[in-house]
């Protein structure tokens, strides 16, 4: 067993603490017997004696559930014991280990008036006993203070483990929290964009098809199939790609600049990077990504397959500037750019946000809408 968390553990904590304490308790009072056969300090203890003595070590079996009483009980066997002038070492022991449960479980005040009272008997009897030893009188109130100071050091020491703990605990949810946030946006992104370039293009394909029978443009007809078949492949890689990062063991990178002529080929836009040899960061390059796809989603949505949009990715002193134009209509509730009623350019300015950056987002002068961010390289 052992003893040592046996004594300095949290009480509370403490798995079957009546059973630890009980075995506790037994060695002491095997202890207990072997110095009140051994040592020569007051008379051997006779039948009234050896009762006393090993009733003082029954309560400890208690001592975490009900510290105050069990010292209480403790102390009421050992005055009489020492009052009749027995072994006085043999239940130090046991009466130290009641008196250090209360000071490290108990708060500081009670600690002080247990100590205090503790201290008043023992001096009284040590006075009726032998008021003459002068030295045993020191000896005696200084173990009895060193417990209390003992006790109350580890109570301190749980308390500050526990506070440690605690951060360490909050700290941890915060992380997963932010992570969670994190996989919904990138997860709302891609399939938010993906959902709305195969809902267009599935308008297409209707229209195509019931335009003008007798004339079916097949070509065209083909080409919004194969951009439907396309977009499904490039969502189910990345949201495989997703969760390979999840796991842990990602098959590929997530997404970056070099992803973004993929991104905007499939929603008809413009394209200007103008970042030469920069080295990206690849939490700025993701938020970048995940920007434009965000803004292409709206513009198709609202502007229709036919809206002039326009991607402009740049580098100006140390800061990426991303710029989304779109020819056509702007999001509807998006009040010049404060943030609309959905959770799109909330969840942009959300991301430029997080790598220390900034987003504005409203119509354009002369019509349509304009996304601008400007996220800096280094990242805070």
């Known amino acids: 067993m052992d003893f040592t ?18 075995a506790a308790a037994a060695v002491f009072a095997v202890l207990a017997a072997v110095l009140a056969l051994t040592v020569d300090d007051g008379r051997h203890p006779d039948a009234l004696g050896w009762a ?3 009733a003082a070590h029954v309560p400890l079996a208690w001592r975490r559930r009900a ?6 009980a403790v102390v009421a066997v050992v005055a009489p014991y020492h009052g009749l ?7 130090i022991p046991a009466s130290m280990t009641a008196l250090y449960t209360v000071a490290s479980t108990g708060r500081p005040m009670r600690t002080v008036i247990v100590g205090l009272s503790v201290t008043s008997v023992t001096l009284t009897m040590q006075l009726f006993v032998n008021p003459h030893e002068v ?3 020191l000896r005696v109130s200084g173990w009895v203070i060193a417990m209390l100071v003992f006790g109350a050091s580890i109570r301190l020491h749980r308390q500050l483990v526990a506070g440690v703990v605690e951060r360490a605990e909050h700290e941890a949810e915060r992380k997963v929290t932010e992570e969670r946030l994190r996989i919904a946006r ?6 938010a964009h993906s959902i709305t370039l195969i809902g267009v293009q599935t308008s297409v394909a209707a229209h195509v098809l019931v335009a003008d029978p007798d004339r079916l443009d097949r070509e065209a007809l083909v080409q919004a199939l194969d951009g439907i078949a396309e977009t499904c492949r490039g969502a189910r890689a990345e949201v495989r790609t997703t969760l390979d990062v999840l796991r842990a063991a990602p098959e590929g990178p997530l997404p970056d600049l070099a992803s973004l002529p993929d991104l905007v080929r499939s929603s008809g836009a413009a394209l200007s990077v103008r ?3 920069a080295r990206i960061p690849a939490a700025v390059g993701a938020a970048a990504y995940r920007i434009v796809q965000e803004s292409l989603t709206n513009a198709v949505r609202h502007g229709g397959p036919g809206a002039d949009v326009r991607v402009d990715v740049g580098l100006e002193k ?16 998006t009040g010049g750019g404060t943030g609309g009623s959905g959770y799109g350019i909330p969840g942009m300015r959300e991301r430029a946000r997080s790598v220390g950056g900034t987003l504005s987002a409203g119509p354009r002068d002369g019509g349509g809408f304009e996304v601008e961010a400007a996220l800096p390289l280094s990242v805070r």
């Open 67 to 72: 510290p105050l009483p069990v010292l209480l």
């Open 52 to 54: 006393l003595l090993l």
């Open 318 to 333: 140390e800061v990426l500037t991303v710029r989304v134009t779109n020819g056509g209509a702007a999001p509807r509730g």
């Open 5 to 22: 968390a046996a004594f300095t553990g949290d009480p509370r904590a403490a798995a079957d603490p009546v059973r630890r304490d009980a």
């Open 275 to 277: 970042t030469a040899a």
């Open 85 to 91: 002038d027995y072994m006085h070492l043999a239940p």
């Open 186 to 191: 990138d997860l709302h992104d891609l399939l």
């Open 135 to 137: 030295v045993e009188l």
